[in-house]
């Protein structure tokens, strides 16, 4: 428990600027004060301190505490003060323009140019190219794509140390060539080629060595580059209009919201000490994160969102994949209508209840396969940083190799705006639906998107951080049972005889092709029967008798079947 | 229903640069015209190998004995490239171009013949009317016009630029393929509030360069482009005339604003460009007028 703060204000700057105020409590852990939500002003004559101050101005009046100074401009009163007024802490997550935005380029698409969005995305950045010599393009190609997208920082990487120069040094006359004036760059490639990338870049773009990612064929080497990127992050918020007297309003360094969450799931599976996944559902990305096995992975789907990329999702599902999920027909030039006038106007959120079901059904597709995208990449040969030997560099991997067992999995946690803005109960089922757990899971939702607040709390203090979570950001919506295997609807499918710890008995025999929400409360004793071609985690038609927990829905038990692996 | 952003006139410099070094064709304060070739450069073709002496089955250092065309010649696809003619005569065997290319280089090391294919042009035009303001050295140069520049939401399709033709009476008023008459060649269509992709055929065939319009289909758009886009990063399309939607998708009236101003400039020469990134690096479509 962090002994300096005893009242921190959190402020999130993304799609709005969302505030929140947390006071220690007792006996441990932060306890959420007052949130204040706010649009974000960084329209190129804004100011961003424009906005947090207006959502901060809204916790002052629910609170009843002054935070910010009488001179505006000073910003908020830190340390608290003996009167009440002013925060111990002000800590900044930032999501603006989409956060951090790169290009990395490695020589081959599997190897160097593989590990090198894998740096990048595990820094928190978005990757909006991979540029690699097998990528199907020609220089001039990839010079003139460079200039188009202006990413925020290139990453470059390439040969190991003492191995090939003359590809690494192309790519870095490419980026040489695309002209654009102090971008940052990353070289983390061959070693010995540094002092004639130096001659290259070191004139015109703002040049950064760090440690080849990967220094021999079978080493991969990702911390060293990340943590660069994490410093270049820093000075490109600054550069959003009013960020610089916002930095200096922080007492900590600003960090990027993605990066946040991920802190903050991450914290979730070492606390909780089980297998989980983690959803963080955005505008222009879907990150997935998980923990299995002891090997914490974050992955990014890059266009697969409900803002900017929201049309996307449908060209890459299809219309069937997402219309299954919608209980009114649509013809798919309206559907797709409908998601294009929200991609150009992606501030405009759903009024409609139409609307709102088809950014669901969207969420559910967005969600599968970001999911099915992070479940080929942990595996035991891929991961943050790792050995890998040269028989398997070249290897594809598919589910059959992913480490992420669903029957495994104990916890789902869901973020993203769209959490915050549904039912528990559509919530629930939208998770079932989009992420398909077997057997027996507790599902969970960041319920008002406060999860990058609390993930930079746990920068703070880990523990602290994590329990205010628990407390004021997170609702546990229920423990889930999920039949694996297929059954005719209406046919029987399993029973389940539940007694909570206050005594409280219940029985139930479910049929196949439901969900069905048990309410029962606390926490209690489930033996779960199947019958024959049914399995909730123990095999076939086996008996499962373990602990459960209940959440806002109780019990939530689907029927609607999973293919056996 | 939105407004189109829109900026009253103004000074207008635009960088026309090559992606790589060339030759700029233009000098300082000279007047440009949307087509004029501001640089020009190269790109070095493919080199394409031939491993003659494997398909030959014949040692390397001596397929030289064998190869027809010298290096510095040019061989068409499909040409005879060598011949072998063993056991007097009875066995032949012809090896043909696999493209069509100068000879670079012949191998008697490895035995393999390397093929340049023709160089591959990269140009880079003014776009806009104006004055060269600056030469960017062995890249091209800046242009400084007076214009007004008109944001749309969504586009497909790069640069172009021709005569503004009104095909509508009013910004609700759908294109249909009816209203395409007379000489439309090199023209930029305004359209009010759809445009059907028959319409856009229509135009594309009689030479139209551009479509300004209110909303279209996302179905008519796909059909046009040839696929349904996905990530909104658009512009290189390979369509024949570039696509600026102005307002929305679906039947959705150009803004009155909009229309208004665009029917001002009726048989104006104006540039568009339909180029579209909705993330990163926000670019939205223009219509760029001169003054």
């Known amino acids: ?565 | 229903m939105t407004i189109l952003a829109t900026s009253s006139s103004k000074v207008l410099l635009r960088e026309r640069r090559l992606p790589i070094p060339g030759d700029v064709l233009v000098q300082v304060s000279e007047h440009v015209l949307p087509d004029t070739l501001i640089a020009r450069a190269e790109v070095p073709g493919t080199p394409v190998g031939v491993s003659l002496a494997a398909r030959l089955d014949v040692p390397p250092e001596q397929i030289e004995k064998y190869v027809l065309k010298q290096v510095g010649d040019e061989v068409e696809l499909g040409e005879p490239l060598a011949m072998y003619s063993g056991l007097f005569g009875l066995a032949k065997k012809t090896i043909y171009a696999p493209t069509t290319g100068t000879v670079e280089s012949v191998s008697t090391v490895t035995g393999v013949v390397i093929i340049r294919e023709p160089n591959i042009p990269v140009e880079v035009k003014a776009y806009v009317s104006g004055v060269v303001a600056r030469i960017i050295d062995q890249e091209g140069a800046e242009i400084e016009s007076h214009a007004t520049v008109l944001h749309g939401k969504f586009g497909v399709g790069g640069e172009r630029w021709g005569e503004l033709h009104n095909l509508v009476n009013s910004p609700d008023q759908v294109v249909t393929p009816e209203l395409l008459t007379g000489d439309l060649r090199g023209k930029i269509l305004l359209g009010g509030a759809l445009i059907s992709v028959a319409a856009l055929h229509k135009a594309a065939q009689a030479g139209a360069v551009g479509v300004v319009v209110g909303g279209i289909d996302n179905s008519e758009l796909a059909e046009f482009v040839g696929y349904d886009i996905g990530v909104p990063i658009t512009g290189q399309e390979k369509v024949s005339l570039s696509v600026i939607v102005t307002d929305g998708f679906g039947h959705t009236p150009m803004s009155d604003d909009t229309f208004s101003l665009l029917s001002r400039h009726e048989g104006q020469q104006v540039s568009i460009n339909g180029t579209t990134h909705l993330r990163a690096n926000l670019i939205k479509p223009e219509i760029i007028i001169p003054a």
């Open chain 1, 1 to 565: 428990m962090s002994d300096i703060a005893q009242s921190i204000l959190v402020v999130d700057c993304g799609h709005v600027t969302h505030a929140i105020l947390v006071d220690q409590a007792a006996p441990k852990g932060y306890r959420l004060v007052a949130r204040g939500i706010a649009k974000t002003t960084v329209d190129p004559e804004g100011d961003v301190t424009l906005g947090v101050l207006a959502a901060v101005r809204q916790i002052e009046e629910s609170a009843g505490r002054q935070l910010v100074h009488q001179e505006q401009d000073q910003g908020i009163i830190t340390p608290r003060q003996p009167d009440g007024t002013g925060v111990d802490l002000m800590l900044v997550t930032s999501s603006v323009g989409g956060g951090l935005q790169m290009s990395v380029a490695g020589l081959v698409k599997i190897m160097t140019a593989d590990s090198a969005e894998r740096a990048a995305l595990g820094a928190g950045a978005s990757v909006l190219d991979v540029i690699a010599i097998d990528d199907g393009r020609m220089p001039h190609e990839h010079i003139q794509r460079i200039r188009e997208l202006k990413p925020d920082v290139f990453l470059l990487s390439g040969g190991i140390d003492g191995g090939n120069e003359s590809d690494v040094l192309e790519f870095a006359r490419e980026v040489a060539q695309a002209k654009l004036h102090r971008m940052p760059v990353i070289y983390a490639g061959n070693k010995e080629a540094r002092e004639e990338v130096k001659q290259i870049l070191g004139v015109d773009c703002e040049l950064h060595f760090v440690d080849n990612l990967r220094p021999v064929l079978e080493q991969e080497v990702l911390e060293p580059a990340r943590q660069k990127i994490h410093e270049l992050f820093m000075e490109h918020v600054v550069k959003t209009p009013g960020f610089d007297k916002l930095t200096k309003w922080a007492s900590r360094p600003v960090m990027p919201s993605t990066g946040a969450v991920s802190s903050l799931i991450e914290t979730a599976a070492r606390q909780h000490d089980m297998p989980l996944i983690g959803l963080n559902l955005g505008d222009t990305t879907t990150d997935v994160y998980s923990a299995f096995k002891g090997r914490f992975t974050r992955t990014v789907s890059a266009d697969l969102g409900l803002g900017y990329s929201i049309s996307n999702v449908l060209v890459r599902a299809g219309y069937q994949q997402v219309a299954r999920w919608l209980p009114f027909d649509i013809a798919p030039n309206e559907l797709q209508n409908r998601l294009r006038n929200r991609m150009i106007n992606p501030e405009q959120k759903p009024e409609c209840e139409e609307d709102k079901l088809i950014e669901q059904a969207i969420a559910r597709e967005a969600t599968r396969m970001a999911f099915e995208q992070h479940r080929r990449r942990v595996t035991g040969l891929r991961g943050v940083r790792q050995q890998r030997d040269i028989a398997n560099i070249f290897d594809q991997t598919s589910l059959a190799d992913s480490l992420v067992d669903m029957v495994e999995l104990q916890l789902i946690i869901g973020s993203g705006n769209v959490f915050a803005t549904i039912d528990d109960k559509s919530a629930a089922v939208l998770l079932l639906d989009a992420l398909q757990p077997e057997g027996l899971t507790r599902l969970a939702v960041d319920y008002s998107y406060a999860a990058p607040h609390y993930g930079m709390l746990t920068a703070i203090d880990q523990d602290a951080g994590y329990q205010g979570f628990e407390r004021d950001g997170l609702r546990h919506l229920g423990t889930s049972i999920c039949a694996i295997g297929r059954g005719r609807a209406g046919e029987a499918s399993l029973s389940i005889a539940f007694s909570s710890a206050d005594g409280h008995k219940l029985e139930r025999a479910i049929a196949w092709g439901q969900v069905e929400f048990i309410p029962v409360q606390g926490g209690g004793d489930i033996t779960i029967v199947p019958q024959t071609h049914c399995d909730v985690g123990a095999g076939d038609g086996h008996k499962l008798t373990t602990s459960v927990t209940a959440g806002t829905l109780g019990l939530i038990v689907d029927t609607r079947g999973r293919a056996k692996q």
